[in-house]
């Protein structure tokens, strides 16, 4: 059974940061693609950032210079540092894994950019 488990969102202030994680189970992590994807209210969600198995990195125009995604294939694990936050980051934060005609999706973290 394969799992996507996030963690790391919250309430921050706007130029704040936060680091959110993804541990995964039931996949051969090391090969697979790994991504985070985000969701706001009334709109669709939209690529953040990924990770190849190779860790080549692409990121979303609108987080670029801000956002950094890295990988550890010993803790199975995905991250996406934020840093400089806007309010316009918020949304929920899903995790994705792909690979072999197959994707995955964590089931996302609340992360609020308020004051």
């Known amino acids: 059974q394969v799992q996507l488990v996030e963690s790391g969102g919250g309430l921050v202030q706007p130029g704040g940061s936060l680091r959110l994680s993804c541990v995964a189970s039931g996949i051969t992590f090391s090969i697979y693609t790994m991504g985070w994807y985000r969701q706001a209210p009334g709109k669709e969600r939209e690529l953040v950032a990924t990770i190849t198995s190779g860790s080549f990195t692409k990121y979303a125009d609108s987080v670029k210079g801000r956002f950094t995604v890295s990988r550890d294939n010993v803790k199975n694990t995905v991250y996406l540092q934020m840093n400089s936050l806007k309010p316009e980051d918020t949304a929920i934060y899903y995790c994705?894994?792909?690979?072999?005609?197959?994707?995955?999706w964590g089931q996302g973290t609340q992360v609020t950019v308020s004051s």
């Open positions: 994705n894994a792909r690979g072999f005609s197959q994707t995955y």
